[in-house]
């Protein structure tokens, strides 16, 4: 059971170029989130799937891309990288606890520099 | 924008003693509350969380809640270098997908 898994761990680009995070959860769980992290500002969330075929804009989605695949996949695209997107993105996956709110489990982290 | 502050710390204990980090929210509405401990380089991982007004306890750790103050803390006891970390405090607002972090503390426990 291997949780939340992302690729790649480190990822550098120039400016202009294109990629795709990718993600995967092996808990069966609905629900899939992606976070940016960058120094003194916490978790930024920037896109969710709430289930399998839907997505919802999160507070910074401004050049930034989803596809929830199926219900085990939830990829983040960069069309085209800016300096501004250098930060480290989580993927985290979210089940109902208890019956009553859901929790998230975070993956290892992607550290993607543009330069 | 409903905001989760946290105090960015560093905030420094001697071994052994109590650490006591504290978050506010500003949205009243906010349903449940979460702890995360974050070691450098690492994600974030769950401590505990918490939903109704009150103490709650898991071992060393303690989670409090005021929502009439809109406040929750998290306290840990028996402090350990182990536990020198960032922690995140995050709130969500309607029991789905609407999660919210603060900046987090950073937490050094000096031996």
């Known amino acids: 059971n291997a949780g939340v898994t992302q690729t790649p761990k480190f990822q550098v680009l120039k400016t202009g170029q294109s990629m795709t995070l990718q993600c995967a959860q092996d808990?069966?769980?609905?629900?899939m989130y992606w976070y940016r992290q960058d120094p003194g500002m916490g978790l930024r969330l920037i896109y969710y799937?709430?289930?399998?075929?839907?997505?919802d804009k999160g507070e910074v989605p401004n050049g930034y891309n989803v596809s929830r695949l199926n219900k085990r996949e939830f990829s983040l695209r960069l069309e085209s990288a800016a300096p501004s997107q250098t930060s480290v993105y989580f993927c985290a996956s979210s089940a109902r606890t208890s019956g009553f709110t859901d929790t998230q489990y975070f993956g290892p982290g992607t550290r993607l520099t543009v330069l | 924008q409903k905001e989760v502050e946290q105090n960015s710390g560093p905030l420094s204990v001697p071994e052994g003693a109590i650490a006591s980090l504290n978050c506010t929210y500003s949205?009243?509405?906010?349903?449940?509350f979460f702890w995360y401990r974050q070691y450098s380089g690492k994600s974030p991982e769950l401590i505990m969380f918490i939903y109704s007004n009150g103490d709650k306890e898991d071992g060393r750790f303690t989670a409090q809640l005021n929502k009439a103050s809109q406040y929750v803390s998290l306290l840990i006891r028996d402090s350990q270098p182990s536990d020198s970390a960032t922690y995140l405090c995050?709130?969500?607002?309607?029991?789905?997908?609407?999660?919210?972090f603060g900046p987090g503390t950073r937490l050094s426990v000096l031996p």
């Open positions: 949205d009243r509405g906010s349903q449940s």
């Open positions: 995050a709130v969500n607002q309607d029991y789905g997908q609407n999660f919210v």
């Open positions: 799937s709430a289930s399998e075929g839907t997505t």
């Open positions: 808990m069966n769980h609905n629900s």
